[in-house]
């Protein structure tokens, strides 16, 4: 089993920037698919941006030229960078990992709030 622990969620007004971190941990990691998802109140948890082992990635279109999703293979940890923000990119955000095993892997979220 992997464990996911994010961090970087926040307050941030329009226009700015924030960094999530997801860290995976667990015995003999080996990972497929990496995403990152939302969930906005009153909405449906909706897939903003993958990344597979092969590195291709893929986003959203709400989200393509403002987001970036990367990964550090040395200490499994995935990240999404995050520009131009805007109030409607205020949600819950989750990281997931799909694993060898099969494993079905999710953080437990953290809050990002874009207001001024």
């Known amino acids: 089993q992997v464990q996911l622990v994010e961090s970087g969620g926040g307050l941030v007004q329009p226009g700015g920037s924030l960094r999530l971190s997801c860290a995976a941990s667990g015995r003999s990691i080996s990972c497929i698919v990496m995403s990152w998802y939302r969930q906005a109140p009153g909405k449906q948890r909706e897939l903003v941006a993958t990344i597979t082992s092969g590195d291709t990635t893929n986003y959203t279109d709400s989200v393509k030229g403002r987001f970036t999703i990367s990964r550090d293979k040395a200490d499994n940890t995935v990240y999404l960078q995050m520009s131009s923000l805007k109030p409607e990119d205020t949600a819950v955000y989750y990281c997931?990992?799909?694993?060898?095993?099969?494993?079905?892997?999710w953080g437990q979220g953290t809050q990002v709030t874009v207001s001024s």
């Open positions: 997931r990992f799909l694993c060898w095993g099969p494993s079905d892997n």
